[in-house]
């Protein structure tokens, strides 16, 4: 089946300070890569979703100058979060969907961000 | 704008019982995606659902489409502990449109 990773699956970081998070499809090419923002025992949030060398579309209330998405090649989509803040602290999940977006999503392991 | 629901939010049910989680929709789907996150972990897909009235099962698991597509259904007959996780529906109101998750069923397992 298709896999997808994500990198690095903890990280703690201070106040101010910037986390990149990596999100690759290993074994498929993904048009299409979805980031998500997961709150204990709550649903999916839909950040924005990223399609290969084109910008990315972000859900309404979501800062595109917070959270940068750069979807350089078809395996690779990247997340930074800027200047982070402790109400960033969430558990972000990326997906990828082998067709138009529409279909079935595969979903990376998520990356625990706790901000200090 | 689109909605999607699911119905209960939790369910406790002791091993051997059957369990239902039901999913609807404000809209009609194109398509409605199942998919169980196990505690700790991340979202897994199960299955796609396309046809008005379909039905799917994988072993125990039995998958509904509504006839007007927008509801559907999850039903496990004769629950294990394996089980365990949450249940999250999803699906796009048109080809065009991204895809709704909905919050999910929480379904504990006591053996």
């Known amino acids: 089946g298709a896999v997808v990773s994500q990198h690095p699956s903890r990280v703690i970081c201070k106040s101010g300070t910037s986390v990149k998070i990596e999100c690759r499809s290993l074994d498929f090419q993904a048009t299409t890569m979805f980031w998500y923002r997961q709150f204990p025992k709550k649903s999916l949030m839909l950040m924005a979703t990223s399609n290969e060398g084109s910008k990315a579309t972000y859900e309404q209330g979501v800062e595109k100058d917070k959270f940068l998405i750069n979807h350089a090649s078809l395996t690779l989509s990247t997340l930074t979060v800027t200047s982070a803040h402790p109400e960033d602290s969430s558990f972000y999940i990326c997906s990828a969907s082998l067709g138009t977006g529409l279909d079935e999503q595969y979903f990376g392991p998520g990356t625990r961000l706790t901000v200090t | 704008g689109q909605q999607v629901m699911q119905i209960p939010q939790y369910q406790h049910v002791q091993e051997g019982e059957d369990f239902t989680t039901y999913c609807n929709s404000s809209t009609t789907l194109s398509n409605i995606q199942w998919y169980k996150q196990r505690p700790g972990g991340h979202p897994v897909f199960l299955i796609q659902?396309?046809?008005?009235?379909e039905v799917k099962k994988q072993k125990r698991l039995t998958f509904q489409f509504g006839e007007a597509k927008k509801n559907s259904s999850l039903h496990i007959t004769a629950t294990q502990t394996t089980d365990v996780g949450t249940y999250f529906c999803?699906?796009?109101?048109?080809?065009?449109?991204?895809?709704?998750f909905g919050p999910g069923t929480s379904l504990s397992v006591i053996p």
């Open positions: 659902l396309v046809k008005s009235g």
């Open positions: 999803a699906g796009p109101k048109t080809s065009y449109d991204k895809v709704i």
